[in-house]
Structures are given as structure tokens and as C-alpha cells.
């Protein structure tokens, strides 16, 4: 099993920012990569950025380009995301998920409990 742990939420007026941290532990040679998802309420899970583990490829959604920036550290097996110029529309909990397999948007197969992240304006 694999568990992930997120940290680094908090409250930030909008324009500021903010550094979300996910540590792993457990079997994590095996995983592939990892991820960042957020949910406001009342909407859906959506997909915020992800990397690979290895060769450190990024992919980002489309609201969070140039803004946010995912990467790594290897040695304390970490993934970090990076959130400026963060808007009132960015409020959300964000969770960190990790994959076996894949590094889009969808069939993560680990999950954080998440870290609550809310934007004043």
C-alpha cells in the first residue's frame, strides 16, 4: 500500500501564494506518477497537474497554466505544487494522487486525504 499525505494548505488573499507539499511512503518503488486533483464544493473532482516520476514530464490543466508548477524530489520522495497568482476561483481541498500506469488526468490509484486551500478576494 501506498500512502500519501498532503500539506502546506491554508488561507491567501487572491494574488498571493502558496507551496503544497505530498509526501509518500509505503511501496512507492512501483509507482509511476503523481498528481495534483482539487474539488470546490458542490463540483466535481478535477484534475490540477501531474509529473512523472522518473523522467520528471509535467502536464498541466488548462486554468493552472503559468501559474501553478508541480516537481519532485526524489530523495524525500515528495511532490510539490507550486500555486502563484492564485485567484478566488482556486479555492478548493486539493488532493495529491499517485498512479502505477499513468500520468494523465484519470486512473490514479492512490489518494491523500487532502489540504484545504482558500483564496480571498
Known amino acids: 500500500q501506498v500512502r500519501l499525505v498532503e500539506s502546506g494548505g491554508g488561507l491567501v488573499q487572491a494574488g498571493g501564494s502558496l507551496r503544497l507539499s505530498c509526501a509518500a511512503s509505503?511501496?512507492?518503488?512501483?509507482?509511476?506518477?503523481r498528481a495534483w486533483f482539487r474539488q470546490a464544493p458542490g463540483k466535481e473532482r478535477e484534475f490540477v497537474a501531474s509529473?512523472?516520476?522518473?523522467?520528471?514530464?509535467?502536464y498541466y490543466a488548462d486554468s493552472v497554466k503559468g501559474r501553478f508548477t508541480v516537481s519532485r524530489d526524489n530523495a524525500k520522495n515528495t511532490v510539490y505544487l507550486q500555486m502563484n497568482s492564485l485567484k478566488p476561483e482556486d479555492t478548493a481541498t486539493y488532493y495529491c494522487?499517485?498512479?502505477?500506469?499513468?500520468?494523465?488526468?484519470?486512473?490514479?490509484?492512490?489518494w491523500g486525504q487532502g489540504t484545504q486551500v482558500t483564496v480571498s478576494s
Open positions: 509505503g511501496r512507492t518503488l512501483g509507482l509511476y506518477a
Open positions: 509529473i512523472v516520476w522518473s523522467g520528471g514530464s509535467t
Open positions: 494522487a499517485a498512479s502505477l500506469s499513468t500520468w494523465g488526468t484519470a486512473g490514479y490509484d492512490y
